[in-house]
C-alpha cells in the first residue's frame, strides 16, 4: 500500500515530536522512572496545555476538525519513540473521546474538562482478550454489587493490571453489571475503599496497579448516563482506536531503536573499519527497515478504514496488532545482537524499548489468543461463504 501523510498531519507531528524531544530526553526519562515511579507531572501538564489531550474529543470538547484515529495514531509515533512516561494512548485515544460521546451530568462534564487541561490525570480499566464460551472476545471486568440502596450502590471487586494507577486521581471503571450490560463509572480514587497496590512492570514508561474495592460506596450520578445504561458497544468500537494508538508507539519505538543502532554500527569498528560496513549487517539493517515499514503500512491502512463495517474492523486491529507486536519485539532483539554485548547492558538504552516490546505483547491481548480470534472469525467466514454456495447451488 502506498500512503502518504498530509501536510497537516506532518505539521501535527511535528510539534508534538518537537515538544516530546524538549521535555524527555533520555536522561530525563531514565531519572523519571527510577524516581518519579514512571510518571512526571510537570510533563504531562505540558502535554495537555499545549490541547494534545483532546485531540479526538467529540461535540463541543473538539478543538481540531478532520481529526481521526489515523491522525492519532501518527502522533503516537512519536510516543513510542521518547518511550513518554504517561498515558498519552489511553487519554487521548480511549478516554477522552469515550466519555465525550457519552451522556454527561454537569459534574461530568466539569471533571472532562479537568482532565483535557491536565489538571487530573485519569485512568481507565480495560478488558482482556480471553475465550468465553468457547468463542474468543474482549472480556470487560467483573464487578460484584454487595448492596443496593435508593441513589447509592456498594461495590466489590479485584481489577489487575490498570496503568498509572498509582498516579490516578479519578478512574474510569466499565464493568459488567447484575443484567449483563456494560456500565461505566467515574470513580474518586481518594473514595473510602478504593484501595491501590502497585504492580511491577516491565515497560518502565507504563508503571501498572491492582484497584481493589472493599464495599465503595458510589451514587448513582457516578454512572455515566446511568447505572442500568450498556455502553459496551461503544466501548468496544473506541477501543479498536486505542489499539491502532498503541500501533503508533510500537512503530515510532521500533523506529527509534533502528535509528540508534544504524548509529551505532557506523561508529563501532572492527579490524579498522565500521561494522556497518559488513555485508550481514546491512543486510539485517535493511531487513529491519522494510519491516517497520510494512507495519506502518499495514496500520495505516486499518486506521483508514475505522468507521466500517464492525466486525471487520476488529478482525484488521487485531491482526494488525499482532504482526505489530511481533515486529517490535523483532527489532528490539536484532538491535541488541547488532549492538553486541553492549547491548545488554545499561549504558546503552536499548532496553528500555525492549522491555516496552515484551509489555505490548501481553497488554489487553496475548499473542495465541489474538492468534485463536482470527482463526474464529476466518472459520466463520468460510462457513458463510459455503453456505452462502450452497444456497445458490439449490
Not at 100 to 106: F, H, W
Amino acid at each position: 500500500m502506498e500512503y502518504r501523510f498530509s501536510e497537516q498531519q506532518q505539521m501535527l507531528r511535528q510539534a508534538l515530536h518537537s515538544l516530546l524531544k524538549k521535555e524527555m530526553p533520555i536522561e530525563v526519562f531514565s531519572e523519571v522512572t527510577e524516581k518519579n515511579y514512571g510518571f512526571s507531572k510537570g510533563a504531562w501538564k505540558k502535554l495537555a496545555e499545549n490541547g494534545w489531550l483532546g485531540v479526538l474529543a467529540k461535540g463541543e470538547w473538539q478543538t481540531l476538525e478532520d481529526v481521526g484515529p489515523l491522525d492519532l495514531m501518527y502522533l503516537s509515533e512519536s510516543v513510542g519513540e521518547k518511550l513518554f512516561p504517561g498515558p498519552f494512548s489511553l487519554v487521548a485515544g480511549f478516554i477522552v473521546p469515550l466519555i465525550s460521546q457519552m451522556k454527561l451530568t454537569n459534574q461530568q462534564q466539569d471533571l472532562l474538562n479537568i482532565v483535557i487541561s491536565g489538571e487530573k490525570l485519569i485512568t481507565s480499566a480495560l478488558p482482556k482478550l480471553e475465550k468465553s464460551q468457547n468463542k474468543v472476545e474482549f472480556i470487560w471486568p467483573e464487578i460484584n454489587i454487595l448492596n443496593e440502596e435508593f441513589d447509592k450502590i456498594q461495590l466489590t471487586g479485584e481489577i489487575k493490571h490498570i496503568q498509572f494507577l498509582q498516579h490516578s486521581d479519578v478512574i474510569l471503571l466499565p464493568f459488567k453489571g447484575k443484567f449483563g450490560h456494560t456500565s461505566t463509572i467515574l470513580l474518586n480514587a481518594k473514595n473510602e475503599g478504593v484501595n491501590i497496590i502497585s504492580e511491577q512492570s516491565a515497560d518502565l514508561s507504563k508503571p501498572q496497579g491492582t484497584l481493589v474495592l472493599d464495599g465503595v460506596w458510589v451514587n448513582h450520578d457516578d454512572f455515566i448516563g446511568g447505572n442500568e445504561s450498556n455502553h459496551k458497544e461503544l466501548l468496544n468500537k473506541q477501543l479498536i482506536d486505542y489499539l491502532l494508538c498503541l500501533n503508533g508507539e510500537m512503530i515510532g519505538g521500533a523506529n527509534e531503536v533502528l535509528n540508534r543502532t544504524v548509529n551505532y554500527v557506523k561508529e563501532r569498528k572492527q579490524f579498522g573499519v565500521p561494522v556497518g560496513s559488513f555485508q550481514a549487517v546491512k543486510h539485517m539493517i535493511a531487513d529491519l527497515h522494510i519491516a517497520i515499514e510494512k507495519a506502518r503500512s499495514y496500520s495505516v491502512y486499518v486506521a483508514s478504514q475505522s468507521g466500517k463495517r464492525s466486525n471487520e474492523t476488529l478482525l484488521n486491529a487485531i491482526s494488525c496488532r499482532l504482526f505489530t507486536t511481533d515486529i517490535y519485539k523483532k527489532v528490539c532483539e536484532d538491535a541488541i545482537q547488532l549492538h553486541g554485548g553492549m547491548g545488554f547492558t545499561w549504558e546503552e538504552s536499548i532496553h528500555y524499548w525492549f522491555k516496552a516490546s515484551m509489555f505490548q505483547q501481553s497488554h489487553i491481548t496475548h499473542p495465541a489468543m489474538m492468534n485463536e480470534f482470527i482463526l474464529q472469525h476466518l472459520l466463520s467466514e468460510s462457513e458463510y461463504s459455503e453456505e452462502f454456495q450452497y444456497n445458490r447451488i439449490e
